[in-house]
Protein backbone atom coordinates (compact mmCIF):
# COMPACT_ATOMS: atom_id res chain seq x y z
CA UNK A 1 0.00 0.00 0.00
CA UNK A 2 2.90 2.33 0.91
CA UNK A 3 4.31 1.91 -2.52
CA UNK A 4 1.22 2.87 -4.43
CA UNK A 5 0.88 6.11 -2.12
CA UNK A 6 4.05 7.13 -3.00
CA UNK A 7 3.75 6.32 -6.77
CA UNK A 8 0.92 8.68 -6.60
CA UNK A 9 2.44 11.72 -4.17
CA UNK A 10 5.20 11.67 -6.96
CA UNK A 11 2.86 11.45 -10.33
CA UNK A 12 1.13 14.06 -8.52
CA UNK A 13 4.21 16.03 -7.76
CA UNK A 14 5.22 16.04 -11.23
CA UNK A 15 2.16 17.03 -12.59
CA UNK A 16 2.35 20.27 -10.36
CA UNK A 17 5.91 20.54 -11.49
CA UNK A 18 4.76 20.66 -15.15
CA UNK A 19 2.18 22.87 -14.66
CA UNK A 20 4.22 25.38 -13.13
CA UNK A 21 6.18 25.50 -16.27
CA UNK A 22 3.44 25.93 -18.10
CA UNK A 23 2.02 28.87 -16.10
CA UNK A 24 6.08 30.49 -16.09
CA UNK A 25 6.22 29.81 -20.12
CA UNK A 26 2.93 31.32 -21.06
CA UNK A 27 3.39 34.42 -19.11
CA UNK A 28 6.93 35.02 -20.75
CA UNK A 29 5.93 34.44 -24.61
CA UNK A 30 2.88 37.75 -23.65
CA UNK A 31 5.04 40.06 -22.27
CA UNK A 32 6.03 42.68 -24.72
CA UNK A 33 9.12 44.89 -24.52
CA UNK A 34 9.17 48.35 -25.09
CA UNK A 35 10.62 47.98 -29.07
CA UNK A 36 7.89 45.30 -29.14
CA UNK A 37 4.92 47.65 -27.93
CA UNK A 38 6.10 50.64 -30.39
CA UNK A 39 6.20 47.91 -33.17
CA UNK A 40 2.88 46.79 -32.33
CA UNK A 41 1.55 50.54 -32.22
CA UNK A 42 2.75 51.11 -35.58
CA UNK A 43 1.25 48.58 -37.11
CA UNK A 44 -1.84 49.32 -35.52
CA UNK A 45 -1.62 52.91 -36.58
CA UNK A 46 -1.18 51.37 -40.30
CA UNK A 47 -4.32 49.10 -40.37
CA UNK A 48 -6.89 51.42 -42.57
CA UNK A 49 -10.12 49.43 -41.66
CA UNK A 50 -11.36 50.18 -38.58
CA UNK A 51 -12.62 46.48 -38.72
CA UNK A 52 -8.78 45.64 -38.93
CA UNK A 53 -7.43 47.65 -35.91
CA UNK A 54 -10.41 46.35 -33.52
CA UNK A 55 -9.09 42.93 -34.87
CA UNK A 56 -5.43 43.32 -33.42
CA UNK A 57 -7.01 45.53 -30.34
CA UNK A 58 -9.04 42.74 -29.35
CA UNK A 59 -6.23 40.40 -29.18
CA UNK A 60 -3.70 42.49 -27.59
CA UNK A 61 -6.12 43.34 -24.72
CA UNK A 62 -6.91 39.64 -24.11
CA UNK A 63 -3.09 38.90 -24.13
CA UNK A 64 -2.65 42.13 -21.81
CA UNK A 65 -5.00 40.74 -19.32
CA UNK A 66 -3.91 37.50 -19.92
CA UNK A 67 -0.41 38.67 -18.34
CA UNK A 68 -1.73 40.43 -15.29
CA UNK A 69 -4.18 37.62 -14.27
CA UNK A 70 -2.24 34.71 -14.03
CA UNK A 71 -0.26 33.80 -11.38
CA UNK A 72 3.16 34.63 -10.65
CA UNK A 73 3.50 31.31 -8.96
CA UNK A 74 1.88 28.32 -9.01
CA UNK A 75 0.19 26.77 -5.72
CA UNK A 76 -0.60 22.92 -6.06
CA UNK A 77 -3.60 22.22 -4.16
CA UNK A 78 -2.82 18.45 -3.43
CA UNK A 79 -3.92 17.65 0.20
CA UNK A 80 -5.68 20.90 1.13
CA UNK A 81 -8.93 21.19 2.21
CA UNK A 82 -11.68 23.05 0.59
CA UNK A 83 -11.66 26.11 2.93
CA UNK A 84 -8.23 26.15 2.98
CA UNK A 85 -8.04 26.45 -1.20
CA UNK A 86 -10.62 29.17 -1.42
CA UNK A 87 -8.79 30.79 1.32
CA UNK A 88 -5.59 30.49 -0.28
CA UNK A 89 -7.54 31.58 -3.92
CA UNK A 90 -9.25 34.82 -2.95
CA UNK A 91 -5.87 36.39 -0.72
CA UNK A 92 -4.71 36.12 -4.46
CA UNK A 93 -7.76 37.16 -6.07
CA UNK A 94 -7.15 40.37 -3.27
CA UNK A 95 -3.23 40.49 -4.57
CA UNK A 96 -4.04 40.31 -8.31
CA UNK A 97 -6.78 43.25 -7.53
CA UNK A 98 -4.33 45.36 -5.37
CA UNK A 99 -1.84 45.41 -8.15
CA UNK A 100 -3.92 45.58 -10.57
CA UNK A 101 -3.28 49.69 -12.23
CA UNK A 102 0.24 49.04 -11.49
CA UNK A 103 0.61 45.91 -13.57
CA UNK A 104 -1.38 47.19 -16.57
CA UNK A 105 1.63 49.71 -17.12
CA UNK A 106 3.92 48.16 -15.76
CA UNK A 107 4.68 45.31 -18.83
CA UNK A 108 5.05 48.54 -22.13
CA UNK A 109 1.08 48.28 -22.15
CA UNK A 110 -0.70 51.12 -24.09
CA UNK A 111 -3.26 52.95 -22.11
CA UNK A 112 -6.71 52.15 -23.28
CA UNK A 113 -9.50 54.30 -22.54
CA UNK A 114 -13.51 53.80 -23.92
CA UNK A 115 -14.77 57.54 -24.45
CA UNK A 116 -17.70 58.83 -25.40
CA UNK A 117 -18.40 62.62 -25.79
CA UNK A 118 -16.16 64.65 -22.95
CA UNK A 119 -16.13 61.43 -20.49
CA UNK A 120 -13.82 58.66 -20.40
CA UNK A 121 -12.97 55.44 -18.62
CA UNK A 122 -10.21 53.21 -18.12
CA UNK A 123 -9.24 49.68 -19.12
CA UNK A 124 -7.04 49.50 -15.76
CA UNK A 125 -10.28 48.59 -13.78
CA UNK A 126 -10.81 45.50 -15.26
CA UNK A 127 -11.51 42.83 -13.27
CA UNK A 128 -10.55 38.88 -13.52
CA UNK A 129 -12.35 37.48 -16.99
CA UNK A 130 -13.85 40.77 -17.98
CA UNK A 131 -11.61 41.19 -21.26
CA UNK A 132 -13.63 38.16 -22.81
CA UNK A 133 -17.08 40.12 -22.15
CA UNK A 134 -15.31 43.43 -23.20
CA UNK A 135 -14.82 42.06 -27.20
CA UNK A 136 -18.78 42.74 -27.74
CA UNK A 137 -18.16 46.25 -27.33
CA UNK A 138 -14.74 46.48 -29.46
CA UNK A 139 -16.85 45.75 -33.25
CA UNK A 140 -17.81 48.01 -35.64
CA UNK A 141 -21.30 48.19 -34.74
CA UNK A 142 -20.50 50.00 -31.38
CA UNK A 143 -16.91 52.10 -32.28
CA UNK A 144 -16.90 54.67 -34.05
CA UNK A 145 -12.84 55.31 -34.48
CA UNK A 146 -9.64 54.58 -32.63
CA UNK A 147 -6.87 57.65 -32.20
CA UNK A 148 -3.87 56.36 -30.99
CA UNK A 149 -1.12 58.52 -29.40
CA UNK A 150 2.67 57.31 -29.13
CA UNK A 151 5.06 59.65 -28.91
CA UNK A 152 3.02 62.43 -29.54
CA UNK A 153 2.17 65.40 -27.19
CA UNK A 154 -0.60 64.08 -26.50
CA UNK A 155 0.69 61.36 -24.31
CA UNK A 156 1.86 64.25 -22.26
CA UNK A 157 -1.91 64.30 -20.90
CA UNK A 158 -1.31 61.05 -19.37
CA UNK A 159 1.69 61.33 -17.81
CA UNK A 160 3.31 57.96 -16.78
CA UNK A 161 0.31 56.26 -17.66
CA UNK A 162 0.70 57.45 -21.52
CA UNK A 163 4.30 56.18 -22.09
CA UNK A 164 3.90 53.36 -23.62
CA UNK A 165 1.06 54.65 -26.28
CA UNK A 166 -2.75 56.21 -25.52
CA UNK A 167 -5.52 54.53 -27.12
CA UNK A 168 -8.83 55.96 -27.38
CA UNK A 169 -11.50 54.16 -27.81
CA UNK A 170 -14.45 56.29 -29.49
CA UNK A 171 -18.01 54.54 -28.81
CA UNK A 172 -20.44 55.31 -31.01
CA UNK A 173 -23.60 55.20 -28.18
CA UNK A 174 -24.14 56.74 -24.69
CA UNK A 175 -25.56 52.60 -24.19
CA UNK A 176 -22.66 51.07 -25.03
CA UNK A 177 -20.49 53.21 -22.84
CA UNK A 178 -22.65 52.98 -19.90
CA UNK A 179 -22.24 49.29 -20.46
CA UNK A 180 -18.85 49.48 -20.57
CA UNK A 181 -18.71 51.54 -17.50
CA UNK A 182 -20.33 49.05 -15.55
CA UNK A 183 -18.34 46.14 -17.02
CA UNK A 184 -14.96 48.06 -15.93
CA UNK A 185 -15.63 49.22 -12.58
Not at 91 to 105: D, P, S, T
Not at 126 to 152: H, P, R
Not at 168 to 183: A, W
Amino acid sequence: MKKINLKYQFIVFLFCGFTALGVYAQDDSLILTAEENKEWIENLKAEEELSQQLSLLKKRIVADTAVTYSSTRFICFTGLSDDKKEEIRANERKKAKEKLGQQLQSRHRPLYQFVKDRESISLSGIKDGTAIDLQEFLTTQEVSSLEIFYDQPENVLYGVRGESGVILIKLKEEKTFERVKQLLL
